[in-house]
């Protein structure tokens, strides 16, 4: 049997940034992840992570804050953004000191971009792969502190003896094992759930298990309906064309070559926040306005130079989709899911309602991003409550004693997975997944109403139902990726319909959530958290939740 006082499941930012604080505080700390921790989608991110360095005299971590809440459209906890943006310059010396590369300016100080929703330039980034130059140095430092890591296991279930959190039962996929893996505190670091839609710029592995497995050990998932849809995102494939485009200066531009976005947000055009935008293109897209159902990305104005030396993965990324070099010309693009603002609920520390049990990173919800994220937060949100679980759950560790191995959890994991590869009637869990897919990008995308979301909630449930029934074709014992694919789309399943039911019964518009039905934010009624309970019978709403506000009342949000 594994044992350790602390376990973080997922080798993304969050998870590593977790276990080398944990190590640093002298914990006994191991990481499980479904795949190499430098394969995590963390790598993929582009544009690069907030902070008030304080190079531009005019900003400050205050100033950072309030972007933050307004992005939020005053949903997110203050005193929660405040800790993060206090915390944020600290954390990118702590990086930089462990060797991490920041693009610089010509005097040697750390570079920093303007992104959507900003009030100054704060985005320090490492050319536009920022994402894999820190996941490098984490890496690093997990080497350094000899942190064992548990790869190609795969958590299925949260361990509950008396209430308490005591681990996970993992799924060896090498040699098709179930194992037990005991500690005092587990951290769920397991990222976001973007394939729950039909097209996301996520990797294949964003499946939002954490979320899944935290909701069916009775922990709330909040805030699910805040789904972001990332105004650039490439038509043929979803991949994502960094918002260090537009920071850079790159043009939105519709059939007639307008620059569109100052209709929408006068003052900040193409830089409004990424709800904004994105409504901005889709209405252009429905009014008639776009090129073959596409927004045009323009980066031709910046010239080769500064494309080559700022921009060079997303020029590549769009010459190997599109054929198309954005040096010499415009690249189609559309909005794409991309962030989930919401997940397991935890408070400011990364605490959720279990003894034992953190969420840190996009599988969590603070909450920092509200109804809606700003870009460069979550990187910054990954390392910030990374490093704040890890001391919280060491701390905790230290202090309580053993916990008991909950045989009793294997057991029934055992039972359920040799039930599951036994079955030999049901749907594949691909055809299961493309009819959630399906409801997911139709019914629960940029803009809402109520009888589309009516129809998807059903739809969820029945998706929920076959998702229990699916069969696995492939009875073998090693790396079994069509028994893996099942689990992924029975977690998806469970997690879909908290999603559409929040956007149901949450009758206003503010950030991300567009009711068409409902056009008017609605602070005396939905100034408040959505938090969901799994039942049986599908999620039970809650909405006990206030917001947190420290500076900020909320006014009217316009960019
Ligand atoms: C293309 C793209 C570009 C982005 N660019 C930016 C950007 O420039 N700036 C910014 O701030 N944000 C950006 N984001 C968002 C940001 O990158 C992510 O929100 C963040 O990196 C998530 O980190 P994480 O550690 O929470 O999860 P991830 O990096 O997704 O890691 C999840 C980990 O959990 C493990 N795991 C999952 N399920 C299980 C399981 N069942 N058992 C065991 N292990 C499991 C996986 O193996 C993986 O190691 C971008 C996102 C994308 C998709």
Aim: aromatic share 6%.
């Amino acid at each position: 049997m594994i044992k350790h006082d602390v376990v973080v499941i997922g080798g993304g930012l969050a998870g590593m940034r977790a276990a080398v604080e944990a190590a640093e505080h002298g914990a006994d700390v191991a990481i499980v992840s479904k795949m190499h921790p430098v394969r995590s989608h963390s790598g993929a991110a582009q544009g690069g992570i907030n902070a008030a360095l304080g190079n531009r005299e005019d900003d400050s971590p205050e100033n950072h804050a309030f972007d933050c809440v307004k992005g939020s459209d005053y949903l997110a906890d203050q005193d929660a953004v405040e800790a993060m943006c206090e915390d944020a310059p600290r954390q990118i010396i702590w990086l930089e000191h462990r060797g991490c590369i920041f693009s610089r300016m010509p005097d040697g100080r750390i570079a920093q971009r303007p992104f959507g929703g900003a009030g100054s330039p704060r985005t320090c980034y490492s050319a536009d792969v920022t994402g894999l130059v820190i996941l490098h140095t984490l890496w690093e430092q997990l080497e350094r502190f000899g942190v064992k890591v548990y790869e190609e296991y795969f958590a299925t279930a949260l361990a509950v003896e008396d209430g308490i959190g005591t681990g996970v039962v993992a799924y060896n996929m090498r040699n098709g094992e179930l194992e037990l893996v005991t500690a005092k505190a587990t951290i769920f670091a397991t990222g976001g759930l973007g394939r729950v839609y039909a097209k996301t710029t996520n990797g294949y592995a964003s499946t939002g298990d954490g979320m899944a497995i935290a909701y069916r050990a009775g922990l709330p998932l909040m805030d699910m309906e805040f789904v972001q849809f990332h105004p650039t995102s490439l038509k043929e494939n979803g991949v994502l064309l960094s918002e260090a485009a537009r920071g850079e200066g790159a043009f939105l531009l519709n059939k007639d070559g307008e620059r569109f976005m100052f209709k929408y947000a006068p003052n900040k055009g193409e830089l409004a926040s990424r709800d904004v935008v994105s409504r901005a293109e889709w209405t252009e897209i429905q009014a008639g306005r776009g090129v073959d159902g596409c927004i045009l990305l323009d980066l031709r104005h910046l010239g080769r130079e500064k494309i080559l030396e700022r921009l060079p993965q997303i020029r590549e990324l769009a010459l190997d989709a599109t054929g198309k070099d954005a040096i010499e010309t415009p690249i189609p693009i559309l909005p794409g899911m991309h962030y989930q603002m919401g997940g397991v609920a935890t408070d400011k520390f990364g605490a959720t309602q279990m003894p034992g049990v953190y969420a840190a990173g996009e599988c969590a919800c603070v909450s920092v991003h509200g109804a809606n994220r700003l870009g460069g937060n979550s990187l910054l949100e990954t390392i910030v409550f990374g490093a704040r679980s890890a001391q919280h759950a060491a701390a905790y560790a230290k202090k309580v004693g053993e916990v008991r191995p909950s045989e009793r959890t294997l057991k029934a994991e055992k039972d359920r997975i040799a039930e599951l590869m036994a079955r030999s009637k049901g749907e594949r869990h691909s055809a299961v997944r493309k009819r959630m897919n399906a409801v997911m990008s139709e019914d629960v995308f940029i803009f809402r109403n109520e009888a589309q979301l009516k129809q998807a909630v059903s739809a969820l449930a029945e998706v929920r139902e076959a998702a229990k029934n699916m069969t696995v074709m492939d009875k073998s014992k090693t790396f079994n990726t069509d028994l893996v694919g099942t689990l992924e789309t029975q977690f998806l399943a469970e997690i879909a319909e908290p999603i559409a039911l929040g956007a149901l019964n949450r009758q206003e518009s503010r950030g991300a959530q567009a009711r068409t039905d409902f056009a008017e934010r609605d602070d005396e009624k939905w100034m408040k958290h959505t938090l969901m309970y799994r039942t049986d019978n599908g999620p039970r709403a809650d909405y006990s939740r206030g917001v947190v506000l420290t500076k900020w009342q909320p006014t009217v949000r316009t960019y």
